[in-house]
């Protein structure tokens, strides 16, 4: 970890931190058309839960998450589990694992080796619990130079490479001290909110897609009680049709309607990975629900917090 830091701290030199005047151009409309792209992954994954709801689908079968019964905020991702894409360091030595080319010759990978996922057998049909995986870091060896003899592999065993496909067992690879990083998505839901505003809790509920990066405090954290812990960092955007608006003085019957609106959250949640596990998140955002709503909305564009701590629903 302290040599994947030092490499980091090398890259950013003087020199590498220059830009072009065309590429301080261009930055600010990459960002843009990044933020635009995933506002409008939101609204289109919203629209489709709501025709799914009107047409009487389930919220199960329709893939749409329900508000749990203890009633906190809680992240229900789409991703399946899936490990494609994730990077990986194995912290103990690890024997028979096989070449994607050759599933008969095994091979063997010593402790602080560094994989990248390229393929997940969750996402295949029939599915499977093979991962096809690629070394990007072989223990302490320099990749430009030949690894020295490792006197923990086995004798009828070959190290692996840097440049060779691997299939490992994924519940293997759980069953050995390793880290994980890597994206993950699904449904963001927040059943309260805490206005600070005027320092008062609303009932409205936020479902919307979330996209999120899962960062692993794994053996080698100087921190030891962070040691078997995750940190997942959110940001969602959805268009909500069940935000609770009091209807406007002198409207009767008085009461509340459901108005739709854009609802924004961003935060982290983080996860105790022991048992079923534990979660605890923060999180805050801005509902807006501009002339949609028909009574005006005490909340537009006011910054809610949400505090989530519940059991492991992701």
Same mark, same amino acid.
């Given at each position: ?9 090398? #890259?950013?030199s ?12 261009f930055a600010?409309?990459?960002?843009l058309?990044?933020?635009? #792209?995933?506002?409008?992954w939101?609204?289109?994954?919203? *629209?489709?839960?709501?025709?799914d709801? *009107? #047409? ?5 079968? *329709? ?5 749990p019964?203890s ?10 589990g #899936?490990?494609?894409g994730?990077?990986i360091?194995?912290?103990?030595d690890?024997?028979?694992?096989? *070449? ?6 095994k ?10 996922v390229?393929?997940?057998?969750i ?7 093979n ?6 870091r ?13 006197p ?5 065993q ?6 060779s496909?691997y ?8 069953a050995?001290?390793h880290? +994980? ?9 927040v059943?309260?909110k805490?206005q ?11 479902i ?7 960062i ?6 100087s ?14 955007a ?7 608006v009091a ?13 739709s ?5 961003t935060?982290?949640?983080f ?8 979660r605890?998140?923060?999180l805050?955002?801005q509902? +807006?629900?501009?002339?949609?709503s ?5 909340y537009?564009?006011k ?11 992701f």
């Amino acid at each position: 970890m302290q040599q994947a830091s030092s490499q980091a701290l090398v #890259s950013l030199s003087p020199k590498s931190s220059r830009h072009s005047p065309l590429s301080r151009q261009f930055a600010p409309a990459v960002v843009l058309s990044f933020l635009l #792209s995933f506002l409008g992954w939101g609204l289109l994954w919203s *629209a489709e839960a709501v025709a799914d709801s *009107a #047409s009487g689908v389930s919220a199960a079968s *329709a893939n749409i998450p329900t508000v749990p019964a203890s009633g906190v905020p809680t992240v229900t991702p789409n991703d399946n589990g #899936s490990w494609k894409g994730d990077t990986i360091v194995i912290h103990t030595d690890v024997k028979d694992i096989k *070449a994607a080319s050759d599933p008969l010759k095994k091979y063997f990978a010593p402790a602080d080796s560094m994989l990248h996922v390229s393929t997940d057998g969750i996402d295949q049909k029939p599915s499977s619990q093979n991962l096809t995986v690629k070394f990007d870091r072989v223990g302490d060896c320099k990749p430009d130079s030949p690894c020295a003899p490792n006197p923990r592999k086995p004798a009828d065993q070959e190290q692996v490479d840097l440049y060779s496909a691997y299939v490992m067992d994924k519940a293997a690879v759980e069953a050995i001290d390793h880290s +994980r990083r890597g994206w993950t998505f699904g449904a963001l839901i927040v059943p309260f909110k805490y206005q600070t505003h005027d320092k008062s809790f609303s009932g409205s509920t936020s479902i919307g897609p979330y996209l999120g990066y899962r960062i692993a405090n794994d053996s080698t954290v100087s921190f030891k009680l962070l040691q078997g812990t995750s940190t997942t960092f959110v940001l969602s955007a959805g268009w909500v049709s069940n935000i609770a608006v009091a209807t406007a003085p002198g409207v009767t019957p008085a009461g509340t309607v459901n108005s739709s609106g854009l609802s924004l959250a961003t935060g982290f949640i983080f996860a105790v990975d022991k048992g079923t596990g534990i979660r605890v998140g923060v999180l805050a955002g801005q509902d +807006r629900l501009g002339s949609n709503s028909t009574a005006p909305y005490p909340y537009e564009g006011k910054t809610w917090v949400s505090l989530a701590v519940g059991y492991k629903f992701f």
